[in-house]
């Protein structure tokens, strides 16, 4: 019999003490995302979008099984949880061509198919009132934004305005019910919708045609209007006013690649989030004002946070040489 307490231990084990946890995931494949279970401390569950395929743990990270379709393994380039997933269970990936969607926390898959010629699904979003509007957003490399609004079943696409069709990032605001706020970063900069993805308007940014490759939005957008956008060149771009105006972060080398940006769970409290660029992950708790270096593991592409998380605690990476990490400070 499997003894559920034991997963557990080895489960918190790895948290703690293990960097490299890819047991089943290719070492030299580039993982593109990651996304942890809220209810981890219960189900241990953990997904890792890998150009080798979608990848699900069911210990932890302590092990990874392929979802194997009926085509095989597709690449997976994104992989998203609903916000009620503690309830719905439902999960999304992005394919080459489609996206798979799971309402069973991930043991079995349906794939939705894209207009031909198949673009890359290269990101996702979903709303944080998908319960009731069940509207999930993906992002393209080369054929913009597509828009769900029955759960992912079907997509249409939503790109007036949007001056550039190769998304690389996107984000939502928390407050999506009443303000239809959304934002991607492409690449060439910045687009805003705010009557939820019927039309976009770029923004004007510190520097102009730099690649946006992360976004994070604070839970108390609503009040606040703080929003991050990562570059590729020129560092880290902050907006306290839901995106009118940016200033360019003085804290931190403008040189360096922002690939992920995350905030954590405390976030509204205590002001922490994690960046990872190209050389290291950094942390902040003071809501971005002031950073000191968490890691020097360098090529970090995805960061994921387990719920009940504390400053000094491990995050979960995806590395674009390959493999899945647990990175505690250091």
């Known amino acids: 019999m499997h003894d559920r307490r034991k997963s557990t231990e080895e489960a918190r084990t790895v948290r703690d003490d293990v960097i490299e ?111 009731k509007d069940g509207i999930v957003f993906a992002g393209t490399a080369g054929d913009g934004v597509f828009r769900s609004a029955d759960r992912g079943a079907s997509w249409g696409s ?38 939820g993805g019927r039309a976009w308007r770029e923004i004007d940014l510190p520097i102009a045609n730099t690649s946006i490759l992360a976004l994070a939005i604070s839970p108390a957008f609503a009040h606040d209007g703080l929003i991050y956008a990562g570059a590729e060149e020129g560092g880290l771009f902050i907006s306290r006013d839901a995106g009118i105006s940016w200033a360019q972060s003085s804290v931190q080398e403008s040189d360096e690649s922002i690939n992920v940006i995350v905030l954590a769970p405390s976030f509204s409290s205590d002001g922490c989030m994690l960046m990872a660029t190209n050389t290291r992950v950094r942390c902040s708790t003071d809501r971005g004002q002031s950073w000191r270096d968490w890691t020097g593991v360098a090529n970090v592409i995805g960061l994921s946070i387990p719920p009940g998380w504390r400053v000094g605690d491990s995050v979960l990476a995806a590395l674009s040489e390959g493999g899945v990490r647990w990175l505690p400070p250091t």
């Open 21 to 131: 946890v890819s047991n089943g995931l290719p070492l030299d494949v580039p993982v593109l995302d990651v996304a942890i279970s809220p209810t981890f401390d219960h189900d241990h569950g953990c997904y890792a979008a890998s150009l080798a395929g979608l990848y699900r743990s069911a210990d932890g990270g302590i092990s990874w099984t392929a979802v194997v379709l009926n085509v095989g393994k597709a690449a997976a380039f994104a992989v998203a949880l609903s916000p009620a997933y503690t309830i719905d269970q439902q999960l999304f990936a992005g394919l080459a061509g489609g996206i798979l969607r799971s309402c069973d926390a991930g043991s079995s898959w349906a794939v939705s198919l894209l207009p031909t010629p198949p673009p890359t699904v290269s990101a996702l979003a979903v709303s944080p009132n998908f319960s």
């Open 158 to 195: 939503w790109n007036f305005g949007l001056l550039d069709y190769n998304v690389l990032t996107m984000a939502v605001s928390p407050n999506y019910a009443q303000d239809e706020t959304l934002f991607v970063g492409t690449g060439s900069g910045l687009f805003r919708s705010k009557n």
